[in-house]
Nanobody, 127 residues
Framework: QVQLVESGGGLVQAGGSLRLSCVAS????????MAWFRQALGKEREFVAA????????YSADSVKGRFTISRDKSKNTVYLQMNSLKPEDTAVYYC????????????????????WGQGTQVTVSS
């Protein structure tokens, strides 16, 4: 069974840091781009950051640029999201997702291009 499992969420004060992890199982995701999305209560799911299959290209939403960093460790079939300088508006459920296309030569921000999703991990930032 193909599965993505996120962890690392929690409650943190504004200005603090968290590192989210997404472990893939069931098959290797090393040849697929990966991404993080988030969904705040009452809002649509939005793109946060993505990394291509090689790990050589990344892209982040303007709202998190300079604060969040996406990375991957292929040997562990794991993708990370390092979140620094957290703000209350970062509060959301964070989801990792796998690109539907293998060896895509681009970083994709569109939600519809990701076809495997984790269950999400809650991040709450208090002011």
């Amino acid at each position: 069974q193909v599965q993505l499992v996120e962890s690392g969420g929690g409650l943190v004060q504004a200005g603090g840091s968290l590192r989210l992890s997404c472990v893939a199982s069931g098959r290797t995701f090393s040849n697929y781009g990966m991404a993080w999305f988030r969904q705040a209560l009452g809002k649509e799911r939005e793109f946060v950051a993505a990394i291509d299959w090689s790990g050589g290209r990344t892209y982040s939403a303007d709202s998190v640029k300079g604060r969040f960093t996406i990375s991957r460790d292929k040997s562990k079939n794991t993708v990370y999201l390092q979140m620094n300088s957290l703000k209350p508006e970062d509060t959301a459920v964070y989801y990792c997702a796998a690109d539907r296309a293998i060896y895509r030569q681009a970083v994709i921000t569109s939600l519809s291009e990701y076809n495997i999703w984790g269950q999400g991990t809650q991040v709450t930032v208090s002011s």
